[in-house]
């Protein structure tokens, strides 16, 4: 079983700074891209960053150049960091990751049960 926990969320003032992280564990042979994802009430869930195993990122418009995303692939990690936060980054934040469990089974989808983010003006 491959599972994803992330850690880091909280309750912060506008302009502040927060930490996301997600490890995933379990059956793992290789994996690919990693993302973050958020959900706010009402809204449908976005992309907010992604990044390749060889560390190639990219991100959304609204985030661009205050989220910085990372991974340490020798621990199956990927971070997020948020700067000069807005109180539109209120959400839930997912982790998902494309997870192969073997050599001999393809990549799959497999999402965090998401942390919750909220910032107060």
């Known amino acids: 079983q491959v599972q994803l926990v992330e850690s880091g969320g909280g309750l912060v003032q506008a302009g502040g700074s927060l930490k996301l992280s997600c490890a995933a564990s379990?059956?793992?042979?290789?994996?690919?891209?990693m993302d973050w994802y958020r959900q706010a009430p009402g809204k449908q869930r976005e992309l907010v960053a992604d990044i390749t195993r060889g560390g190639r990122s990219n991100y959304l418009d609204s985030v661009k150049g205050r989220f910085t995303i990372s991974r340490d692939n020798a621990k199956n990690t990927v971070y997020l960091e948020m700067n000069s936060l807005k109180s539109e980054d209120t959400a839930v934040y997912y982790c998902h990751a494309l997870i192969s469990p073997s050599t001999y089974l393809p990549f799959r989808d497999y999402w965090g049960q998401g942390t919750q983010v909220t910032v107060s003006s």
């Open positions: 379990g059956s793992i042979s290789r994996i690919n891209a």
